[in-house]
Nanobody, 115 residues
Framework: QVQLVESGGGLVQPGGSLRLSCAASLSIFSIYTMGWYRQAPGKQRELVATITTAGSTKYADSVKGRFTISRDNAKKTVYLQMNNLKPEDTAVYYC?????????WGQGTQVTVSS
């Protein structure tokens, strides 16, 4: 059974940083496009960032220049470095793995930005 396990969330002050990690139990991690999504209370889940098998990245406009997605295929892990966090970044962050018709989600990790 595929599992995606996120970690690294927490409470941080505005302007602070957090690094999220997502460890995947996928048998062939390297073929999956990996992504981070988030869902704030009362809002729909939205794309934050994705990284392809070739390392190409895409970001939501709201996080460009502040967040960086990366992957370590040997460790089967994807990361999201979040800098200069803002209160509007508060949400549950979900890890996603996608390949052809296969798609998997993690359970999510809470990120709260507040003074």
């Amino acid at each position: 059974q595929v599992q995606l396990v996120e970690s690294g969330g927490g409470l941080v002050q505005p302007g602070g940083s957090l690094r999220l990690s997502c460890a995947a139990s996928l048998s062939i991690f390297s073929i999956y496009t990996m992504g981070w999504y988030r869902q704030a209370p009362g809002k729909q889940r939205e794309l934050v960032a994705t990284i392809t098998t070739a390392g190409s990245t895409k970001y939501a406009d709201s996080v460009k220049g502040r967040f960086t997605i990366s992957r370590d295929n040997a460790k089967k892990t994807v990361y999201l470095q979040m800098n200069n966090l803002k209160p509007e970044d508060t949400a549950v962050y979900y890890c996603n793995a996608a390949w052809q018709r296969y798609e998997y989600w993690g359970q999510g990790t809470q990120v709260t930005v507040s003074s």
